[in-house]
Antibody, heavy 120, light 107 residues
């Protein structure tokens, strides 16, 4: 059974940093592209970052480019999202999601999400 | 970026009815279109991919269709467990983008 379990969320002040983790199980983590997607309270879904299966490429939404960094450790089956210079508009539920072998594939499994609240 | 326009924003229907949700892309996305269901308090789950392929474990009362820029999700014989928000998403180009969602309620 595929499982994705996020952690690391919380309440932080504007301008601060936070690092999210997502531990994967039930599939060969090192073979799949992985994503982070967020959902602001009562809002829609926003894709924010992709990392290739071998970390050779990373893509970001313009809204987080230069502030967020996606990474992975295939030896630990873990995906990360390092978030710097956090703003109030980054307040959201953050989900990790499994992509495909290929680049242009949907998100077939999602974690339960972790809440990040940016407020003074 | 590809804009995804989803309609209606909300929908109320009776048990057993058939409902349809539409999604229009701002350019051709070559059937690289997925539909997700998000029940209250839960994370989204993949329903349909490649515009018309049913994801594993999804009941056959769900179906997807469309091509080019126009896509739709149909739910036959509406059940109480179908109360949820539904999102379309294109994965033809980065950044992947979502529709704003359709909130489905039972009348």
């Amino acid at each position: 059974e595929v499982q994705l379990v996020e952690s690391g969320g919380g309440l932080v002040q504007p301008g601060s940093s936070l690092k999210l983790s997502c531990v994967a199980s039930g599939f060969t983590f090192s073979s799949y592209n992985m994503h982070w997607i967020r959902q602001a309270p009562k809002k829609g879904l926003e894709w924010i970052a992709l990392i290739y299966y071998d970390s050779s490429n990373k893509y970001y939404a313009d809204s987080v480019k230069g502030r967020f960094t996606i990474s992975r450790d295939n030896s630990k089956n873990t995906l990360y999202l390092e978030m710097n210079s956090l703003r109030s508009e980054d307040t959201a539920m953050y989900y990790c999601a499994k992509g495909g072998y290929l680049l242009l594939r949907p998100f077939d499994y999602w974690g339960q999400g972790v809440m990040v609240t940016v407020s003074s | 970026d590809i804009q995804m326009t989803q309609s209606p924003a909300s929908l109320s229907a009776s048990l057993g009815e058939t409902v349809t949700i539409e999604c229009r892309a701002s350019e051709d996305i070559y059937s690289n279109l997925a539909w997700y269901q998000q029940k209250p308090g839960n994370s989204p789950q993949l329903l349909i991919y490649d515009a018309n392929s049913l994801a594993d474990g999804v009941p056959s009362r769900f179906s997807g269709s469309g091509s080019g820029t126009q896509y739709s999700l149909k739910i036959n014989s509406l059940q109480s467990e179908d109360v949820a928000s539904y999102f379309c998403q294109q994965y033809n180009n980065y950044p992947f983008t979502f529709g704003l969602g359709t909130k489905l309620e039972i009348k």
